[in-house]
């Protein structure tokens, strides 16, 4: 990523709250994201991706 995280967008699980920069532990962020708007669709982009490994392994078990 070119841009500093620091100074991106982190959706808190915790909270469910966007926040820019380091605000929480890391423990309760997920990101960086560019943009508010996609940090406020953080778990859907989540579930997304867990859907998509998930497939990927089955096809690797095969």
């Keep these: 990523m070119s ?3 620091s100074t ?3 959706y ?3 909270t469910g709250e966007v926040e ?3 605000v ?3 423990a ?3 990101g960086p994201f560019p943009t508010h ?3 406020e669709h953080a778990l859907e ?3 997304a991706n867990s859907a998509k490994w998930a497939e990927e392994d089955a096809r690797d078990d095969r």
Excluded: M
């Design 24 to 26: 929480t532990n890391s």
């Design 37 to 39: 708007e996609e940090a």
């Design 3 to 5: 841009e500093d995280p």
């Design 20 to 22: 820019k920069g380091y």
């Design 28 to 30: 309760d962020r997920v």
């Design 12 to 14: 808190n699980t915790k």
């Design 8 to 10: 991106q967008f982190w």
């Design 45 to 47: 982009k989540l579930r």
